[in-house]
């Protein structure tokens, strides 16, 4: 019933910058948090970044100061601005929404987006 649509990824070369943008619809009372998954050839999905609906943020530690996450509220979407991108940063990034479908829900339902790549190469 929750839909999440990314888009922004691409091709860049090592100190490029990208902004992917991640749109939440469908039967969503409220967001309780957003935020950005990547995972990599053999690697583990990992959390890179956060928001939640009070504004609070977490970001992983080998981004930190080259990535920015955002929101914007009316849109039910997240941002995330990379900065100074590495090869290393070459991955699928995945939205994460975590949402209350009823008004009567206490724990969010969560929900992944398709994907969109990522990769930083020369």
């Known amino acids: 019933q929750v839909h999440l649509v990314e888009s922004g990824g691409g091709l860049v070369q090592p100190g490029g910058s990208l902004r992917l943008s991640c749109a939440a619809s469908?039967?969503?009372?409220?967001?309780?948090?957003m935020g950005w998954y990547r995972q990599a050839p053999g690697k583990q999905r990992e959390l890179v970044t956060i928001?939640?609906?009070?504004?609070?943020?977490n970001i992983v530690d080998s981004v930190k100061g080259r990535f920015t996450i955002s929101r914007d509220n009316a849109k039910n979407t997240v941002y995330l601005q990379m900065n100074s991108l590495k090869p290393e940063d070459t991955a699928v990034y995945v939205c994460?929404?975590?949402?209350?479908?009823?008004?009567?829900?206490?724990?969010?339902?969560?929900?992944w987006g398709q994907g969109t790549q990522v990769t930083v190469s020369s």
């Open positions: 994460y929404v975590a949402v209350l479908t009823t008004r009567s829900q206490r724990l969010p339902d969560k929900y």
């Open positions: 928001i939640t609906s009070s504004g609070g943020t």
């Open positions: 469908g039967s969503i009372f409220s967001i309780s948090a």
